[in-house]
């Protein structure tokens, strides 16, 4: 029993490895075709990490990956598919901004109250492409798409441009800055208090203990409730879903609600513990980022952590690479790489394992089972 | 071979192109009527002008031929979010082979950039069977990673105006021409009158507003736009008039039953797919030769979703696409002309959705009517209230429309069969 364990944990790991490795493979090729030595990059961006400052701004750099990969696991629990993480986050982030510093309250009630304006823009904007899909059947992937767009290319610019802008401010489009009641603070104490030396300048986010306490909560609300195991029925199969009473429309438009709620909180952890406003340069791209973190953690609350970090430190690491003159956007190409190969990998890995369990199930009814039987139990395998 | 052609039966399928051509023409030819007596009634003359037409051209023809590139995806079975990201490989390949080598040599490279992003989708997609949305966002992601790779090693540090985000100054273009007697063009040095020009500057209502549309058409028109505008009914003759394109199509409708008549359906999906990657690749040669002259990061601006969205707007058919991609170039045309041509574009809303709603109440569709109705409504009173309309919301019309267009149209919309869905050889049931 405990070998099977060990043995399907070795399959798990399996896909991952291979892939972020088949990754590293293309980009190092990348590299070698444009006459830079990969082996320096990777050598390099090892030992760049190994620093208490970099180390805790790769955990800084994790966090919203982490946040986002948990609102696209989410909805994934459900087979749907919400890339509309990356529009979520950027209009829950404005308006989370905008809120936050026209009010002025004591401290944790007002970090609360910003946190449940990107919380309900983020759930309402998901919400839309819910219930598009539950009564008009609309695609999900399309209306996302369209509301991505919508918010990427004009509603952003539109708000913030009409009338959410700091007036004051004539140089740069940005909102009015959070009073201090309505920023983060860091975790740089409790660190020290456990006998980590924090250098100078750097910050570890105290939206890092939101993030994981959001994992354990991911974990519990999935795996071990009555809702969680309604969702992952549904995902299989919604209609033996409705005949044990789960209502299947009810049920789309609540994912989308909570994955909405999720990538609300995307940006928080930037706009409360770094920059403390909305403007111009607001990372993007965190929403697709998170997509891959997803993929890659095999939308388990475990795995994603892992692979939040992993591309936490690559985005970190890429930094020494342009000091080098090798270009960082070989990260861009690892990220494309590994996202593609891992689905592939998880492909071929479930194939393989078939296969070896059709081998085994053999093996064991050899003496009774009769050759077509087994057979026709391998070529179901090979589907 | 009905079944698989997907059109229903024979008979219907033989009087579907009868039909069909004759309605696209109806509606744009009402449209064009429509916006001329809003020209007048706006007093927006720029809302007809041949310039206006001509910028939507230009404008239109990239989301036209992403358009098409999703059309060549999806009717052979594999969505296609990936085609922001083969129109941002199209600028690239087609800026670096302008600038190194000349202007067609770089609409060829970017076609073949585009087909390499196609390529890498259909190896995805159709040999290893990764989700079809996943490959597209990775492809997204990749193609916009690997155009900001290529400019670090080619164009920093090399002294000639590129960079990690910009290549140099494109010098080369395309010709142009305007057609003799039309537009004016010369033939053997002798310049022609310029009858549609003259037409349209009497500014006779309709008259002149056709003439305006025609002028736009034919003036200064860019051999390159030619090339794409021609790629509309040569799609139309390729995908319903040739056994290639029915197998294609056929591998989108029912790729099990495809096999079983001995088509290759794998093979027809990378056909599909590499094409559509190359139209895109165009697209983005296009942007580049033809809009900007450099190529930019980021000047493919999610032109890629808006061909999607044409795609889906025009029901998954060529002609369709085309208006689509027309009608959103267009309102992109006036953003960056004309403001106040922007303004009397809400009376042209409010106008054919009243249209739209008394049909619609005529064929006893009352709760569609109501609801048009009410945008009808609510447009003039937008109409009658304000100046201007601000410039973003003409970014987002594209996509408020297609989100319009799915929630309420979808028993109209008919996409392929088993677009999306995974297939692999022996698998059918």
């Not at chain 2, 549309?213 to 003759?237: D, E, I, K, M």
Request: proline letters at 4%.
């Amino acid at each position: 029993m405990n070998r099977d364990r060990l043995r399907r944990l070795g399959f798990a790991l399996l896909a991952p490895v291979s892939a972020f490795a088949f990754a590293v493979l293309i980009s190092s090729l990348a590299l070698w075709a444009s006459g830079n030595d990969p082996f320096t990059a990777w050598r390099e961006m090892l030992a760049y990490a190994n620093d208490t400052r970099r180390m805790i701004s790769i955990v800084n750099r994790a966090i919203p990956l982490y946040i986002s990969a948990l609102a696209v696991g989410f909805a994934f629990k459900m087979n749907l598919f919400n890339i509309g993480v990356e529009g979520q986050y950027q209009l829950a982030a404005l308006m989370a901004a905008a809120v936050g510093a026209s009010v002025d309250l004591p401290g944790p009630i007002h970090v609360l109250l910003i946190l449940v304006v990107a919380m309900g823009v983020g759930a309402g904007w998901a919400g839309i492409a819910g219930v598009l899909k539950a009564y008009r059947g609309v695609h999900e992937v399309i209306a996302t798409i369209m509301l991505n767009a919508i918010v990427t290319t004009g509603l952003l610019a539109y708000l913030l441009g009409n009338y959410l802008r700091d007036r004051s401010e004539t140089q740069i489009l940005k909102t009015h800055d959070l009073p201090a009641s309505g920023r983060m603070p860091s975790l740089n104490r409790p660190l020290a208090a456990i006998g980590i030396d924090v250098p100078q300048g750097a910050n570890l986010q105290g939206f890092l203990v939101i993030a994981i306490l959001l994992g354990v909560a991911f974990y519990v609300v999935v795996s071990r409730t009555r809702f969680g195991y309604d969702l992952r029925a549904s995902g299989v199969n919604p209609w033996a879903a409705l005949a044990s009473g789960v209502h299947p429309k009810g049920m789309i438009v609540k994912t989308m609600l909570i994955s909405g709620a999720l990538a609300g909180l995307v940006g928080m952890s930037q706009l409360l513990g770094f920059f403390g406003r909305y403007h111009q340069d607001f990372p993007t791209g965190l929403g697709f980022a998170g997509i891959a973190v997803a993929l890659l953690g095999r939308n388990h609350p475990a795995g994603m952590a892992v692979s939040a970090l992993l591309f936490g430190f690559l985005s970190t690491s890429a930094q020494i690479l342009d000091l080098r003159d090798i270009p960082k956007e070989i990260i861009d190409i690892l990220q494309a790489t590994v996202l593609l190969s891992v689905v592939v990998s998880y492909e071929l890995v479930r194939r393989l394992v078939a296969a070896s369990e059709v081998k085994a199930a053999a093996a064991a009814t050899a003496g009774a089972a009769t050759q077509p039987a087994a057979a026709a139990l391998s070529e179901e395998g090979d589907r | 071979m009905t079944t698989v052609s997907g059109t229903g039966t024979p008979a219907v399928h033989a009087a579907r192109p009868k039909r069909k051509l004759p309605r696209a023409m109806i509606l744009v030819g009402l449209g064009v009527i429509l916006l001329s007596i809003v020209r007048v009634v706006a007093d927006a003359d720029d809302l007809t002008s041949a310039g206006s037409f001509s910028a939507a051209i230009r404008l239109g023809v990239p989301i036209l031929l992403a358009g098409l590139g999703g059309l060549f995806a999806e009717r052979c079975g594999v969505v296609n979010i990936g085609l922001e990201g083969m129109l941002i490989l199209g600028t690239w390949f087609g800026a670096w082979g302008a600038v190194e080598f000349g202007a067609w040599e770089g609409v060829l490279l970017g076609i073949f950039g585009g087909a390499l992003g196609g390529l890498i989708h259909a190896v995805a997609t159709v040999t290893f069977g990764v989700d079809h949305i996943v490959s597209g966002v990775a492809i997204n992601i990749l193609g916009a990673g690997m155009a900001r790779y290529l400019s670090v090693v080619s164009w920093v540090g090399k002294g000639t105006g590129g960079g990690a985000t910009q290549s140099p100054k494109v010098t080369v273009d395309i010709a142009k021409v305007d057609v003799p007697f039309l537009a004016g063009g010369s033939i053997f040095g002798w310049d022609t009158p310029d009858v549609l020009g003259r037409i349209a500057s009497w500014r006779w209502v309709v008259i002149s507003d056709v003439a305006g549309l025609l002028r736009g058409l034919t003036g200064n028109l860019s051999l390159l736009s030619f090339v794409a505008l021609l790629l509309v009914p040569a799609s139309v003759l390729f995908l319903w008039h040739t056994p290639l394109g029915l197998r294609l199509r056929s591998a989108g409708e029912n790729p099990y039953a495809a096999e079983s008549l001995g088509v290759n359906v794998y093979r027809m999906k990378y056909l599909g797919v590499i094409t559509s990657g190359a139209l895109a690749g165009l697209g983005g040669a296009f942007l580049v030769l033809e809009g900007a002259g450099i190529y930019r990061e980021g000047q493919t601006g999610g032109r890629g979703f808006i061909g999607l969205a044409a795609l889906i707007f025009g029901n998954w058919r060529p002609t369709g696409v085309a208006m689509g991609a027309g009608l959103f170039g267009f309102a992109d045309a006036l953003r960056l002309r004309n403001e106040s041509a922007v303004h009397a574009l809400l009376l042209f809303v409010a106008v054919a959705a009243a249209l739209a709603a008394l049909w619609l109440l005529f064929d006893r569709r009352y709760r569609y009517g109501a609801v048009i109705g009410a945008i009808a409504v609510g447009f003039g009173i937008w109409y009658v209230t304000s100046d201007t309309v601000p410039r973003q919301f003409l970014s987002f019309t594209p996509h408020i429309t297609t989100l319009l267009v799915l929630a309420f149209a979808t028993q109209r919309l008919r996409p392929p069969a088993a677009d999306g869905l995974p297939y692999r050889k022996g698998g059918g049931t």
